[in-house]
């Protein structure tokens, strides 16, 4: 069974291959959440390990031979091609690996709204700079991006392979829920732009394979991870 290992208490960057896993039906271990209130030392302690091919940070990925795989979007690749979760052509691989990463970049620039100038600090001690980096993504970031992936889906159809959902697709319907829940005034504004990445959106919470997901006490709300919600960073 696989080990998946992410920071527990928050859906973060984790929620990527979680979702996948999850449409998937493949078999894995939630491995800091089962470990309950340890689960912050029990992560930490597995990073640790000495290993010739650790990862620079969660979420990462262990088969059950061992291999250990790091980066959302490399995760995701590796699932897409062992259970079909991508088409599995060159192009076609290549290409939802380029949309994964495009959300991998989104998803990094929405985290930078709140903490612009250092990871490690407080949001309330960079509050000036996020308030300018929020402007800037709601006005110009949000749009190009998803206005991307909004030209994507006219080209091609429901589904950003065109044919049948891929792990992107997952993606996509979680980076506009973290969105959503962080900027619900600038979403407001925009859905009305972008009908086909709403549909999507529509159409991945409405897939059989990940009801019983979605409707479980495994998925966890937004909170203070990534996304989060502070009013003074939102805005029409
Ligand atoms: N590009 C990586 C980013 C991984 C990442 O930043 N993980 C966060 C949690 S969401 C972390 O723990 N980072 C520690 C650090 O950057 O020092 C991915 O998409 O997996």
Redesign the pocket.
Known sequence: MYELW??PG?P???E?PRLALEAGKIPYRDMAREAGEDGYKALSKNMGQARDDPP?????LITEEGLVI??????LLYLGEEYGLAPLDSAGRLWINQCQLTI?DM??EA?DTHHPVA??AYYEDQQPEAKRRAEDFRAHRIPKYLGWFERILAERGDWLSGEAWSYADLSLFHLVEGLTFAFPRRMATIFGDLPKVMKLHGAVAALPELQDYLTSDRRLPFSD??FRHYPELDGP
């Not at 620079?56 to 990462?60: K, Q, T």
């Not at 790091?70 to 995760?75: E, L, S, V, Y």
């Open positions: 992410y920071w928050i973060g960057r984790g990527l620079f940070a969660p979420p990462y790091g980066q959302a979007a490399n995760i991998a998803v990094s985290h990871i490690g991870g990534i």
